[in-house]
């Protein structure tokens, strides 16, 4: 004999199915975020390494150009190149939009490397 389902399962499945989609529609959309800042730090680092064959401003250049490819917000192109000492210091600061279902957070994103050489 089969017992008759009250329906429960079918209606809770959907209601997982929804939760899991939303969340990985705004997860894609904030790791993206995070995913090309860590991808600016990354070629600061590889300015730095050759920083005593290159010139601060074509550092300059080079990071605002990857930032524009990387489609950034302008201020990740204000690039700050500093040397003392056998030290460099390259940053950089800007501020990305997130936006979920009901409010905006503008969240500050600081690039920064300080390598010697």
Do not use: C, N
Request: net charge positive; charged share 25%.
């Amino acid at each position: 004999m089969v017992k008759a389902r009250a329906g429960k399962g079918a209606l809770g499945g959907l209601l997982w199915l929804v939760i899991l989609g939303g969340g990985a529609y705004f997860g894609i959309h904030i790791g993206t975020k995070y995913w090309h800042f860590y991808q600016y730090q990354d070629r600061m680092r590889q300015e730095a390494r050759f920083a005593t064959h290159r010139s601060d401003q074509l550092i300059q250049r080079r990071l605002r150009a990857y930032a524009d490819s990387l489609k950034l917000p302008e201020g990740a192109q204000k690039v700050t190149v500093r040397r003392r000492a056998g030290t460099i210091h390259i940053w950089a600061e800007y501020y990305e939009v997130i936006e979920f279902p009901g409010f905006v957070r503008e969240k500050l994103f600081h690039p920064e490397v300080v390598a010697t050489f």
